[in-house]
C-alpha cells in the first residue's frame, strides 16, 4: 500500500512539473502583461462583481490588518480551498508585496484558472484607497453586492 501511494505522488509531481514546463515554455510578453493587475483596474472590476480578491497572507496577517471585501486563503491552504474562488470571476490574488501572490497566482493558473495577481500589493491598495477614492469605492462596492444578493 505504502508503495502504491508514493507511485502515485511521484506521478502526480511529474505531472505537475510537465504542466509547469509547458507554461513555462509558452511564457511570452502577452502572458507576462496579462499576469499581473493594478489597484485602479482591480478597484473597478470589485465594484462591478467581475473580480474575486484572495489574500494569500497568514491568518494571523490577516487578522492584523484586511481590507474587507478579500477572502483570506492563506497560501498554504490553498489546495485544499480551491472551491472557495468563483470560476465565473477574475481570481486576483494578493499580498503586502507580491512574492506570495505571484506564487498563488502562477499555481491558480496551473489550475485553470483565470487569474492576476496584485502588482502593488495590499499595501498599494490601501494606499490608493485613501480619502474621496475609499468612500466611491465602498459605496459603489456595496451597491453592486446588494443588487448581486
Known sequence: MKRVFLILIFFTLSLWAQSYDAYLNSFTY???KDMKIR??????MLERGTAQLIDIRFKEEYEAWHM???INIPINELPKRLAELDKSKLIVTACPHK???IMARTYLKLKGYNTRYLVDGLIGLAEFL???NAKEFIEEYKLI???SN
Do not use: F
Request: overall charge negative; charged content about 45%; aromatic content about 4%.
Open 30 to 32: 502577452e502572458e507576462r
Open 39 to 44: 489597484s485602479v483596474e482591480l478597484s473597478v
Open 68 to 70: 474587507p471585501y478579500a
Open 99 to 101: 512574492d506570495r501572490a
Open 130 to 132: 485613501r480619502g474621496d
Open 145 to 147: 453586492n446588494m443588487k
